[in-house]
């Protein structure tokens, strides 16, 4: 147990853990310290001096080493100069005065000389309205200044650090926080200071600027109007904006977010989403977002949206009512019964999952995941358990990341288990090719594409690496999908699993298997019994096909083939795609942002998203679509409530047996205090009061018998003396649908490319960024070369969702 110490804050007495510091104790008990350096999630830097407290300590006897007593108290001594709050720990018997006479008067100076600089724009300033300068200068600040408006500095007032993020120089105040986060928080040092004295200045240090995947939290945190994201800069006052709770759609972390949206006279009137911003959840995403998160949610108001259900009539989609189109879907889904398919993506909610799955176990039908990548039903039986938290990983416990790229496939999962090195646990990185996350590894480990399986198996291995897992409290193993498809990464998942069971790190919290999945809710996919079909191709022929979320036709040649032999086509999506163009029935769906439902983390917890915005058209929710269809196709379901739904799904998953959204909104006391009223102190993150979410309980900690399926021996495809082996990799800016219609986000997602050893380009007569032609298994696209040192020199690899399809690794040809 951590050491308590009890001090004194303006009369109030608290008791808080040993190390505590002053600002943070004051908050245990409603005081507010005001600050503006001082950020609870970053190590105390005291640089902006606006925390200025009196300090008392009590006198101690130096021959006895007692508290020296004074009628019957102890006698406190204060120093003559005020003192911060935020590099101050508490001590015992401490008193602090925070509005003593004395310190009002340092705080009030703090802010006089901050603002001789500072220009006086609050009336177009972004951060007007949610401005700490602006608040604390209310509370705290004198009401003139004694200094000339000639003697302030004038500097560049409209900078760019990147292309996603502007500075004003003159509104800077030097907290170094956004520097600080980078460094202490992002693990990528890419700002600094420049010049000196009053002349200083925040300067992008990387190329290109402000390279990371985490600049847009930078201006949560900044108290000031000086870094504003280029998305969102000029374009509304916080006052006027709604917040709804929502889930990110982005990846399997499930990160917790608000959707802050506005009446837009230039949208015609329109209601949209303004911006992205974090809401608290330190299970998940902590206050934190990553860029891809924060900035490519364009594609729900893109211009191809999907607003009207149509039928194809003489070889051509013409707008239907919407009775015409279910009418239609339903009798040829129910004449064709179990010659039909359900092809539905992670894209979709829990509750539309399950409708589609009921659908096809009514009809006799196959229901198929859209997706790569395998092992999701080994997750539900060994995966993360309810009580389970990355943040609660350090020393003693070990974490194994193994073919994925976590930095650029689930950025808050390279931050959390960053940080879980950082607090002393093992981490074991292993992959073909140089990742970020090397650089926080206690073990980095390389093997050749197509070794998985041997890698994992020498982890259970007598080794020192081996020891490491073996002996840890905990052990977690985040899976992934480079350089495999569905047969490798199902395989690397049960290999995965088998050693988690060896070692005894199952059926308990902070153990388990983590699948690093493509899409949002592909896990609860998983749960909700669809699996992915090894030969798409040959299971969508000749059949009626029911496709929801998903492209197949727009991803790849072969299924567009398979979907052009298949006897009718039912799509169902958001957006026009190459998949609804060759549709015999196209159905209208809405965005996750205008309605109500569930996703299911990779760490396996569900969560609530909320409506934010007025529907689009006459879109409506997927699973109140299969509903409709299904009954139309004799096969009754709940298509009314969403709330229902789920309540049917939980009745009938084991897994997700006793929840309901009344448990999924329930919501704690979480640490730091971050809100509306406390944005000097945390930043403009939402508190978080519309629900944590609840994890699934595995199937080893139900006491379930744990079946894990044999490892299967694979032949590994290796490089031929003229063939390269193409692998696919994962890469955070893509061009998906969900991340295209973002134009904000073009220099990022950049031309296709293809990454080549130099030795490997030379031999071929290659250059960098020399445009060539990359062909394998039928397939061919063009690509940018780029090199890379890390890879092996038999080895190309080609991003997925960049327009050349590959699914698995091939033999191919480059030139």
Not at 65 to 87: D, H, S, Y
Not at 511 to 517: Q, R, S
Not at 685 to 711: D, F, W
Request: proline residues 4%; charged residues 25%; aromatic residues 6%.
């Amino acid at each position: 147990m951590t050491k308590q110490v009890t001090l004194t804050i303006d009369g109030k007495q608290t008791t808080v853990p040993e190390g505590t510091l002053v600002v943070d104790a004051a908050k245990t008990v409603g005081i507010d310290i005001p600050v503006f350096c001082y950020h609870p999630k970053m190590e105390p830097v005291g640089m902006c001096r606006m925390c200025l407290v009196e300090v008392g300590r009590p006198v101690i006897d130096r021959a006895t080493n007692q508290v020296v007593m004074e009628n019957g108290q102890p006698k406190i001594q204060f120093l003559p100069k005020l003192e911060t709050a935020c590099t101050n720990k508490v001590e015992d018997g401490m008193v602090v005065l925070t509005q003593s006479e004395k310190a009002k008067a340092g705080q009030k100076s703090t802010l006089e000389f901050l603002l001789t600089s500072h220009p006086l724009d609050c009336p177009v300033c972004d951060k007007g309205g949610e401005c700490p300068l602006q608040n604390l200068t209310m509370a705290h600040g004198p009401g003139q200044s004694r200094f000339l408006y000639d003697e302030k500095m004038h500097l560049a007032k409209h900078v760019p650090l990147g292309e996603l993020i502007w500075l004003d120089r003159e509104r800077c105040i030097q907290c170094a926080r956004c520097i600080r986060f980078q460094d202490e928080i992002a693990g990528e040092s890419v700002l600094g200071f420049d010049e000196r004295g009053r002349s200083t200045q925040i300067v992008s240090i990387s190329d290109p600027g402000f390279d990371s995947v985490f600049s847009g939290n930078t201006t949560d945190i900044c108290p000031v109007g000086a870094l504003t994201t280029a998305d969102f800069r000029f374009g509304a006052r916080p006052w006027e904006l709604q917040a709804s709770a929502s889930i990110c759609t982005q990846c399997p972390v499930g990160c917790n977010t608000t959707l802050n949206t506005r009446r837009e006279a230039k949208e015609d009137g329109e209601i949209v989403v303004k911006r992205v911003m974090p809401r608290q959840n330190e299970e998940v995403n902590e206050i934190w977002l990553c860029d891809k998160g924060r900035f490519a949610h364009h594609y729900t108001e893109s211009k191809v949206r999907l607003t009207k259900p149509m039928v194809r009539k003489e070889d051509k989609l013409a707008k239907v009512s919407w009775k015409t189109a279910l009418d239609l879907a339903g009798e040829k889904l129910g004449e064709a019964k179990a010659k039909s398919v359900v092809l539905a993506s992670g894209r979709l909610s829990n509750e539309d999952l399950f409708n589609l799955k009921a659908l096809a176990d009514g009809l006799g039908a196959q229901a198929i995941l859209y997706s790569d990548m395998g092992g999701g039903d080994l997750v539900a039986q060994v995966g993360m358990t309810q009580g389970s938290n990355l943040g609660a990983l350090g020393k003693g416990d070990a974490i194994v990341v193994i073919a994925s790229d976590l930095y650029e496939e689930a950025p808050i999962w390279w931050l959390r288990v960053k940080q879980a090195a950082e607090r002393g646990a093992t981490l074991i990185v292993a992959n073909p090719r140089a990742t970020k996350l090397d650089r926080f590894a206690t073990f980095s480990v390389r093997y050749a594409y197509g070794d998985e399986i041997k890698t994992v198996q020498n982890l259970g291995r007598k080794s020192k690496i081996g020891d490491a897992f073996a002996k840890a409290n905990n052990a977690v193993i985040f899976f992934g999908s480079e350089g495999l498809g569905l047969n490798g990464s199902t395989n690397l998942a049960a290999a995965c699993a088998k050693l988690l069971e060896e070692t005894g790190h199952i059926g308990k919290p902070n153990n388990g298997l983590i699948g690093v999945w493509q899409r949002v809710n592909d896990q609860g996919a998983w749960e909700i019994g669809f699996q992915p079909e090894a030969d798409l191709a040959t299971a969508l022929k000749g059949k009626v096909v029911y496709v929801v979320g998903a492209d197949p036709t727009g991803d790849d040649p072969a299924l567009a083939k398979a979907l052009n032999g298949a006897k009718f086509v039912i799509a169902q999506d958001i957006l026009e795609t190459a998949t609804t163009e060759i549709a015999d029935v196209v159905l209208p769906a809405q965005a996750y942002n205008e309605r109500e439902g569930t996703y299911t983390s990779g760490e396996r917890r569900v969560q609530r998203f909320y409506p934010a915005v007025p529907v689009n058209g006459e879109a409506r929710p997927d699973f109140v679509i299969t509903a409709q269809v299904a009954k139309q196709a004799g096969v009754i379901m709940e298509g009314i409530s969403v709330s229902i739904a789920f309540d049917i799904l939980a009745a009938s998953v084991k897994s997700f047996e006793d929840l309901n959204y009344a448990k999924l909104a329930e919501v704690k006391e979480q640490w730091p205090q971050v809100g509306r009223s406390e944005l000097y102190y945390g930043g403009t993150t939402y508190e978080n009061k519309q629900g944590l979410g609840v994890q699934l309980i595995s199937g080893a900690q139900r006491g379930e018998t744990v079946s894990l399926p044999k490892v299967q021996k694979e032949t590994a495809l290796r490089p031929k003396e003229k063939e390269l082996l193409a692998v696919p990799i994962n890469k955070l800016y893509d061009r998906g649908l969900t991340v295209s219609p973002a134009e904000l986000l073009d220099q990022r997602v950049g031309e296709v490319t293809v990454a080549l050893h130099p030795t490997a380009a030379e031999n071929l007569g290659l250059k960098a960024g020399q445009r060539v032609k990359i062909s394998f298994d039928g397939v061919s696209g063009e690509a940018v070369v780029k090199l890379d040192e890390s890879i092996s020199t038999g080895v190309a690899l080609v991003p997925r969702s960049m327009g050349i399809a590959i699914r698995e690794p091939a033999l191919a040809k480059v030139k």
